[in-house]
Structure formats: C-alpha cells, structure tokens
C-alpha cells in the first residue's frame, strides 16, 4: 500500500499537468489566431493549426493527464471562443479534440509499443503519428457533425482540417525539436568553452 504523502504527490503532479497541458493548449491556440488568423476556412477548421501539434504532442509525453488537459482546454476554447451559443456543439467538439489524440497515443502504445520516456519514438514513427492523428481529429469531427445532419462542404471540411492538423502538428512538434537540437548543442558546445 502506499503511503498517503505519495498519494498526493502523484495527485499533485497530475493537476499540474493537466494545468500546464491545457495552459500550453490555449496559449498555442492564441498564437495560432494572431499569426494565421487569415488561414481560417470555416469557423475552428484552418489550413494550418498549431494546436494540433501540441494536442498530440501533449498526450504523447503525458498520456491520461495531457488527454485530461487537452480536454478541459478544448471545452474552454469550444465554449468561450468557437461555439458560445451552441452547447452540444462545443462539449461534443471538446470531447473529440482529447479523444483523437489520445486514440493515436494509445495506438503508439499498444501497437508500436512506445515507452513511456519515448525513448524508442523514432523520426518515422513520430511522423506516423502525425499522419495518424491529423486523419483521426478530422474523421471524428466530420463523422460527428455528418451524424447531427451538418454535411456541407464535408469533404472540403475534411481536406482543410486534415491539412491543417498535419501542417500544424508538424510545424509545431519539429519547431519543438530544433530547438531541443540548438539547446543541446549549446550545451555541448558550452561545456568545451
């Protein structure tokens, strides 16, 4: 049995992700309004969308707490930001938006058998991944709307959300990884000096 004190540390080092996932999900999303604002094709569905890449990004490295986060800042943005008058809508769209991502983590693990630490999430599968997830988000969100008798344009919107969450994730994640590749080699580089 474990001791209480680790009990609510682990508890602890959940909420904190969570916050931090959905604090880096919003903040990811308002760069994404003030420097591709024009690439929006219908209201949340743009041809480059920044947020996607951290949605994966987030469940891949935290797995049920990034998802959770992802979650409550996909709400936050449905019902704030996108759909304010349309409720079904923006919790149906908040659920969506965790689920695709996570569906993708879960695929990494028991499939590819990824490692927690990510150790063995090579250039291949990462870019897998992205394809997987920028395929999944746009599916389920079509499929859902398709459901409620909302098919216009679904083949336009599909295109344009497939693009945009891979043109986004892409962006995103390797941005992400350049500069863990510049900080690396300025520590190397810093330790001969």
Known sequence: ??????????????????FGT???????????EWIFNHSEFVRGVNWIYLPAGMRLLCTLLFGEAGAVGIL???????FF?????????????GILSALAPWLVYLFAKRVLGLHASLSNLTARRLLLLIVLY???????????LALNGDTTNIGERFLVMFVGDLCGSLVLIYTLKLGLWFARLGATSGQRG
């Open 22 to 32: 959905a604090s880096m999900f919003l903040l990811t999303l308002c760069a994404n």
């Open 81 to 93: 930001y996108y759909f304010p008058t349309d409720p079904v809508r923006s919790f149906f769209g």
């Open 72 to 78: 409550c800042a996909s709400w936050i943005s449905c």
């Open 134 to 144: 920028a395929l999944a988000s746009p599916a389920l969100h079509q499929t859902w």
């Open 1 to 18: 049995m474990l001791p209480a004190v680790s009990i609510m540390d682990n508890w602890r080092h959940h909420i904190a992700v969570v």
